[in-house]
């Protein structure tokens, strides 16, 4: 079926760079995508999300961009923190249907 | 402001026991419900979802059921657990279905 997935399973970066998550979706019905990040042992927090008739969406220190044209999602974090050490994962929502998410991304933020 | 409680935090239950788990959201009224499994270092599996109190919707052939017995109370249960039932099952909830969802704590099941 159709699924979203993510193209790389960790991501390592040093502190105070930029870092870019990548997501790819298949299913074309999709109106609504949304980013998560889950720490260690504790359930999946809201970072940012967008609709499917934008293309960018910033909140802070974070921006999310949507391509539909290759179904691509990615999201920016500026300025990387060690706080922001997590597994995000992005998921989608085909329209009136429930959240579908991705295998997820671990991110590693170096000294 | 709305809460979602999720209980108990960790459970470690012998294979063929039943099971329980208890949500439930504060400060809504007709919350969308959700329960979603994670096993370990993977991605949420949708289990289960409610839109209303009595409507369960089951995403997947399993060993376990849901019931909506009040508006803002989901409770997730299986009468004989099995190994591959081990993992982190999380409830969440939403407004709308194609809106954020806000996820709970969390329930780290170990069947042994």
């Known amino acids: 079926g159709e699924s979203v997935g993510l193209h790389l399973p960790t991501l390592s970066v040093q502190e105070g760079d930029n870092s870019i998550i990548n997501c790819a979706y298949s299913?074309?019905?999709?109106?609504?995508f949304i980013w998560y990040k889950q720490e260690s042992g504790k359930g999946p927090q809201f970072i940012i999300d967008i609709r499917s008739n934008m293309d960018k969406r910033q909140g802070q220190r974070v921006t999310v961009l949507l391509n539909k044209t290759v179904k691509h999602l990615s999201l920016q974090i500026a300025a990387t923190q060690p706080g922001d050490s997590a597994v995000y994962f992005c998921a989608e929502i085909p329209s009136g249907y429930a959240l579908n998410f991705g295998k997820g991304t671990s991110l590693l933020v170096t000294p | 402001s709305q809460t979602i409680h999720q209980w108990p935090a960790t459970l470690v239950q012998p294979v063929g026991s039943p099971l329980s788990l208890e949500c439930t959201v504060e400060g809504t009224s007709n919350p969308n419900l959700y329960w979603y499994r994670q096993a370990a270092g993977r991605g949420l599996q949708l289990l289960f979802y409610s839109v209303g109190i009595g409507q369960i919707s089951s995403e997947v052939p399993q060993n376990l059921s849901a019931s909506r017995p009040q508006d803002r109370q989901f409770i997730l249960s299986s009468k004989k657990l099995l190994l591959s039932d081990s993992g982190f099952y999380l409830c969440?909830?939403?407004?709308?279905?194609?809106?954020?969802?806000?996820f709970g704590s969390g329930t780290r099941l170990t069947v042994v």
């Open positions: 299913n074309s019905a999709s109106d609504y």
């Open positions: 969440a909830w939403s407004v709308f279905v194609d809106g954020g969802y806000t």
